[in-house]
């Protein structure tokens, strides 16, 4: 299957975005030779209320705003525009690209695109007394929040979307249980959307499913992937679809 004169794509990759966000990774994919197999376990629900504006204000009028996903990014812009005079810091490259399309010129932006990529730019080095806005989702990177207020910050958190756990689509899984074993490979870059799929299948189709080679984004994710029964686990670069897909074939962890 995975030899390079094989007709058929090479991997079968699972995407555990939510639905509707597949295209990406997809479309990297199949260039590379391999086809995606869909297995969202949630989908994203913009907020839209009047509480949920007030904090976005709150939080656009902060001296530095994180947002930290293209999600927090499409969500608040459909609340208001996002014109402020906050320092602006996107969690990696797709928010920052979501970010310049919405208007936002500056953004500053990590190499390391985690949490503590986050944590490490030079704009969080003395943020004692200082308002830090942090656009996000209930449970979307807790880590930022405790660690800037353990640095003397004061959090003004603006939860512009949920993720809402869904049913496991009933393609994909006729999907996951047509391919041979050998071929399957899981994109990880949320260790949330990995314990709903994990929750979610029946015996046989978990026991496949730990049977994959997990692609992880970062070491955080590879550490819990192996948790949660995972043996053959790669450490990827980052966690953009290019990135995921070049490390498919590297040795395991």
Not at 98 to 120: H, K, Q
Not at 154 to 159: E, G, K, S, T
Not at 162 to 178: D, N
Not at 184 to 190: E, K, P, T, W
């Amino acid at each position: 299957m995975h030899d390079s004169l094989s007709t058929g794509p090479r991997w079968y990759v699972i995407s555990l975005r939510p639905r509707g966000q597949h295209q990406r990774l997809r479309d990297v994919a199949r260039r590379a030779g391999h086809a995606v197999i869909a297995l969202s376990p949630l989908r994203i629900v913009m907020r839209d209320d009047a509480a949920t504006r007030a904090a976005l204000r709150d939080a656009l009028a902060s001296d530095i705003v994180v947002f930290t996903s293209p999600n927090a990014v499409a969500a608040a812009k459909a609340l208001q525009p996002l014109s402020t005079r906050a320092v602006v810091v996107a969690l990696g490259d797709g928010t920052a690209q979501a970010l310049r399309r919405a208007g936002v010129r500056e953004v500053a932006r990590p190499t390391r695109m985690d949490s503590d990529g986050v944590l490490a730019l030079p704009v969080f080095d003395a943020v004692d007394g200082r308002r830090i806005g942090l656009v996000t989702a209930p449970g979307g990177r807790d880590r930022l929040a405790p660690a800037l207020h353990a640095r003397g910050a004061r959090i003004v958190r603006a939860d512009v979307y949920v993720r809402e756990p869904c049913g496991l689509p009933r393609t994909g899984l006729r999907a996951l249980r047509g391919v041979d074993d050998g071929a399957l490979a899981i994109a990880l870059s949320s260790g949330e959307a990995l314990d709903l799929a994990v929750g979610q299948l029946e015996p046989a189709d978990l026991a496949r499913l730990r049977r994959a080679r997990v692609v992880a984004a970062s070491e955080r994710l590879v550490e819990h992937a192996r948790r949660l029964g995972f043996d053959d686990v790669v450490l990827a670069d980052g966690p953009r679809p290019a990135q995921l897909v070049a490390a498919l074939n590297r040795p395991q962890r």
